[in-house]
């Protein structure tokens, strides 16, 4: 099997069920780089994950399978996260929310010191390509309202119940 590249980079993909529907895992050069939900907002084109190949990730679903089975609260993944300085390091930041919390994106900002970037923290947010393991459903608005997510606002209130332990078990649409 050959695997895709593109600027001498190799990616492949593979994809996995869970709770939230089927979820896309995709690597760059073996790193994970990139977790999406079907239907996400920012989700790259299918021809750019690259061949599809389990063998990059057995630790990742080790780790989601654990996460989802309510025994993992804190990934230990390596991640290959291509974005601007600034995304990185708003997803930096998304690692650092507690399994269970929630942050607002005017808190967010003012961790990175830019007390009047809210809106860029949301679109930076927004663009997380490891949604989940970079917990970017941790994030709402200051009032505390679920505000955009890139997977959909249904499946970040039944993440963030989920980490509470008040979901309920009504099957998902996924």
């Not at 099997?1 to 089927?22: E, F, I, K, L, W």
């Not at 949301?122 to 663009?127: D, E, M, T, V, Y």
């Amino acid at each position: 099997m050959t695997a895709t590249h593109m600027r001498d980079v190799t990616r492949q993909h593979t994809v996995v069920d869970s709770p939230y529907g089927p979820l896309t895992l995709v690597a760059t050069d073996g790193v994970l780089a990139g977790l999406y939900m079907t239907d996400q907002r920012h989700r790259p084109p299918e021809e750019t994950f690259g061949d599809p190949d389990p063998h990059p990730f057995a630790e990742a679903i080790r780790q989601l399978d654990a996460y989802f089975a309510g025994e993992l609260r804190e990934f230990d993944l390596p991640l290959h996260l291509d974005g601007t300085p600034f995304q990185r390091s708003v997803w930096a930041q998304l690692q650092l929310i507690p399994y269970g919390e929630t942050r607002s994106y005017g808190e967010l900002a003012e961790f990175l010191g830019k007390p009047g970037a809210s809106r860029a923290v949301g679109l930076a947010n927004g663009k997380n390509p490891v949604g989940i393991i970079v917990p970017c459903h941790r994030v709402i608005g200051a009032s505390g309202s679920l505000t955009g997510y890139g997977g959909g606002l249904d499946r970040k209130q039944r993440l963030l119940a989920f980490e509470n332990g008040t979901q309920d078990d009504t099957p998902a649409l996924f």
